[in-house]
């Protein structure tokens, strides 16, 4: 069951959900507008390898905003910081956005329960774009679970401050490759 915005504003009132800051403003009806962060990192290389840790770098966002290369993969932080203990965030780019050729969030939108972060967006155009820090980027959902919780989130990306790069090399072992 998806919350209604009222839903949303009352659970963030009384700290089942976290969204923060919060603007009452940005609430609509089934989900809250978040608004994309001003911290970015891209990767060094062009191929990137799942098995290990690609190198990224910090890219600076100016208040007048940067142009998406369509050749790359950008990690925004959110400006919020967004999460619950009890309901599941799910999160999605706004189709405003989507209509400029801006993919916010190329996958992953799912936030596990516990999870409580800025969050890191992974961004891509498919052709070039502006966006600007503090824009409106993104809409999160809450569901409600059904039976108990059992545990919350302490995965590889608990704590971590946003954006963070891939960490799948941490749970994955390649198979041998042969020698060039």
């Excluded at 966002?61 to 993969?73: E, F, M, Q, Y």
């Excluded at 999460?83 to 599941?88: D, E, F, R």
């Amino acid at each position: 069951m998806i919350l209604t915005g009222p839903a949303i504003t009352a659970a963030v009132r009384d700290g089942r959900i976290t969204i923060d800051p919060f603007d009452e403003a940005l609430v609509g009806p089934n989900s809250v507008d978040f608004r994309l962060g001003d911290r970015c990192k891209v990767y060094r290389d062009r191929a990137l390898d799942a098995a290990i840790d690609n190198p990224t770098e910090d890219l600076p966002v100016p208040p007048d905003g940067i142009v998406l290369d369509p050749a790359r993969v950008y990690l925004f932080n959110t400006l919020e910081r967004i999460g619950s203990a009890t309901y599941v965030p799910i999160i999605r780019g706004r189709s405003s956005v989507g209509r400029l050729g801006v993919f916010t969030n190329i996958t992953a939108d799912l936030i596990d329960l516990g999870s409580i972060n800025q969050l890191t967006l992974q961004m891509h155009a498919v052709i070039p774009a502006r966006v600007y820090p503090g824009m409106r980027i993104g809409q999160v959902t809450f569901w409600a679970v059904e039976g108990p919780v059992t545990d919350l989130y302490h995965g590889k990306y608990a704590d971590a401050e946003s954006p963070v790069p891939s960490r799948s090399w941490r749970e994955f072992t390649p198979p041998e490759r042969p020698p060039a």
